[in-house]
Every structure is written in C-alpha cells, then in structure tokens.
C-alpha cells in the first residue's frame, strides 16, 4: 500500500476502527514512514481533543428548570380535557389509517368505474337486440303483428308462462334482458278496459319497461324454444292508444 | 498488615462498584416500571439520574445552551410518552440516546439559522473568530481547555448532522461502531464512513487554525 492508501485509512486506524489485517498494514507502513506517522500522530491529538469535549457546566437550576417544564407539560396532558384529548387523538396523522383510507377510495372508485361500464354494456347490448331483432323474430314464429295482440284482450294465459326455469335464447345472445326488462319476471296481467284497450297493471315493472324509447316485451310460450319478443315505440302521455305497451 | 485483611480489603475494593452497578440497573428498571404505570416521582428520578448525559449530548450535537436545553426537555417528554414501549432487555441508555439524536435532528432541521450560527469549515479559518491563545508563560489550564473546547466546538459545526452525530458518539460518548450503527438506525460501514470523514474534517479545521495562529505571532 502507498502513502495515499494508508492516508485514507488513518482516521478510522487511530479510532481501532479498522480491521486486524488493515492494521497489520498500516502499523508495518507507518513504522516505516514518517510522514504518515506524523498524520496518525495529528488524528491521535485531534481524537484526544473530541475526547475532551466536554460542555460547559451547567449550574443545578438548569436541570431544574428542565424537569420541572417537564413535568408541567406531562401534568397538563394528563389533565388535558377529554374532548380535546379525543379531537387530537382523532386529528394525529397515522400511517395505518392513512393507508385504510386511500386503499378504500381505490375500490369505491374501481367499484364505481366498474359498474358504470357494465351499465353501459348493458344499454349497447339492449339498443342492438331493439335495432337487429324484432321483425325476423315475430316472422320466423308466425305470429301476428303486435297490434293484432293488442286487440286480442287480456294475455294473463301467457304470463304465467315467464316463470319457466329455463328458457333457451333465440340467436344465442346473452341472458341479461331479466334484470333490465323486468317482464320477464313479472306476470303479465294486462286488463281489458271497458273501451277494448289493455289496462296494464301497476307494478314495479313499469318503470325500466318504459324508460328505453323501445318498449320490449318478452313472453315465453310454452314450447321452451319459442319466445314472443315484442318491439314498441315508447308511450308519451299523449299515447293514450299505447297503454298496453306501457304497463308491461 | 495480616495478609489475610490486606486479601479482605481487595475483595472489598473490587465487589462494591459491581453491586452498586446491580443495584443501580435494578432501581432503574423499577423507575422505569413504575414510571410506566404513570408515577411522575418515579419519572423525576430517571430525569434527574439521565440529565447530565442528555444535557450533554445534546450540546455536543447541537453548539449552545439554549438548543441543548429545549432538545433535553423534548427528549425527556419523548422518553416518557414512549416509555411503555421500551423492553427491560434493552439497554435504556442506548435507548435514551436514539431518541436523544432523533430530538437533535428534528430540532436542526426546524432552525434553519442553525447553519448560518456557526461558521464554516473555509470562513471559520478566515474569520479568526476563535481568539487565539495568548503563548504566556503561567497562561491558565482552564483558559487553555475553554479555547480548546471552543475550537473543537467550531470544527464539529461544520459537520453534517449524521457525521457529527455519529463522532460524538464514537469519540466522546466511547460507544463501539456496532452500538452507533444501531442508535443511528445505520450500517456500520456507513457509521465508519462517517466517522473517518469527520475526523478528517476536525483535523484539517484544527490545522488550519494552527497556522493562522503561527502566522499571527
């Protein structure tokens, strides 16, 4: 090792802070070499010094004064009021709740993005189903056009048909329509009025029935492979003809 | 003298700082219990048995009386709201002295003037702020040990907070590398780091001060 080596290492060999086997080294070098015996001999005065540095002495009412605050400022936080106490335990920033917090606002909010998305999900696949399907479907079966029914007076023979446990989908398309038409689910007792038009029943499923601006009406036959799916435009208050439609 | 007597008083000589320390740990560790359980007595006791460490130290750390006195107090509240967590297999002045360098850190980043107090290592050269000793004959040991102190107290200064931290308690407190590594919460390849860093810086201030005194005479 060189002179500058063993310059780096004095501060820490002077200290015993260095390994045996660096001491060795160092001992053997500044033996030899009596520039880096007067540095070591500079460290050993200045670390004698640090040794010596003491304060000044501080007189006994320091210390006093010292604990004295000290326990002023303990006697008034075990006499501090409950309220207050409670406030700055609530206020006093914690890591855990800190991390709670911000790791619950994550889910709400992923939650919420979620089931927005599905929603719309839902409304493309309903507005494709109302544009693509009603006329092939109503054709393909053989049934009569929807005012023919309309006509025909009360369908309650058809309405327990709803609750058939398994329903196959014509074209395949996925099995949501139940939660967003609640026909299916509910019995269609559509009334006769006096007049010769349906009264529709009230009932909670009027409401998602009659917020699209295509009222869709599914009935289930029942052959399990047949379905009535009927398309209608949605009913205004001046629709009074289209009330059937509506209650459904 | 009977040699056996002679043999006695040895025996005595040696037994007695070993059981003072015993009952010094064991009337601590029962302050230390009792202060947990609430009992300010107790608490004042521990104060007044630690005081002059903390006070100390903190002085060390931080260059004047009044930083040193308002760290102490903050340790103290420190020490006795955290008291219950504190293990009787630790060693309490270890314990004492991270929360003691905790408080000194907190405390030098709140005064910012704390850099602007003291001078640095090239201005503190230049200045001569430091009055340099009077060569009289007879000149008095305490003045010699006032400037002294006054010096290394100007060269610690200059140093970073973990350097100065870790040097006071190497070199003054005598602590080993591993117990300043573990009060520090640091390695001790970078506690060594530190350390050698820092007596270099002390020993080139303390050089420099040498030759601006040479050069003035």
Known sequence: ?248 | MPSGAHEMALAVEILLPVNALTQTQTSLTRLIERAASGDTAAFEQIMIHSQHRVMAMTWRILGNEADARDASQEVFLRVYKYLGRFKQDQDFFAWLYTITVNVCRDIAKKRQHHSDRFTSLAAGADEGALAVPADQEGAEEALIHTQQRELIARAMATLPDKERASIVLRDVEGLSTDEVARIMKSSSTTVRSQISSARKKIKIYCEQYLSRKERSQ
């Open chain 1, 1 to 248: 090792m060189n002179c500058k080596q063993i310059q780096e290492l004095l501060p820490l060999y002077v200290g015993r802070d260095l390994k045996e086997s660096r001491v060795k080294l160092v001992t053997a070098h500044v033996q030899s070499c009596a520039e880096c015996a007067g540095a070591a001999d500079e460290y050993r005065e200045t670390r004698q010094l640090l040794q010596q540095f003491a304060p000044p002495p501080f007189s006994e009412a320091v210390y006093a004064g010292i604990r004295q605050q000290v326990l002023r400022k303990i006697g008034r936080e075990a006499t501090a009021p409950g309220l207050a106490r409670l406030f700055e335990s609530l206020f006093r920033p914690r890591l855990r709740w800190a991390v709670a917090t911000a790791l619950l606002l994550a889910v709400c909010v992923s939650a919420f993005y979620l089931i927005s998305n599905r929603r719309n999900d839902r409304q493309v696949a309903d507005s494709g189903r109302t544009v693509d399907r009603p006329t092939s479907i109503k054709e393909s079966e053989g049934l009569p056009p929807a005012s023919t029914v309309k006509n025909r007076g009360p369908v309650q023979g058809l309405a327990g048909l709803t609750h058939q446990p398994k329903r196959k989908r014509i074209g395949g398309a996925p099995d949501r329509s139940a939660t967003v038409n609640s026909t299916d689910t509910q019995p269609m007792t559509a009334q006769t009025l006096p007049d010769g038009r349906s009264e529709p029943d009230a009932g909670p499923a009027r409401e998602p029935a009659t917020s699209g601006k295509t009222l869709r009406v599914e009935m289930q036959t029942a052959d399990p492979n047949i379905r009535i799916i009927w398309f209608t435009p949605q009913a205004t208050k001046q629709d009074s003809p289209n009330k059937f439609s509506k209650g459904i």
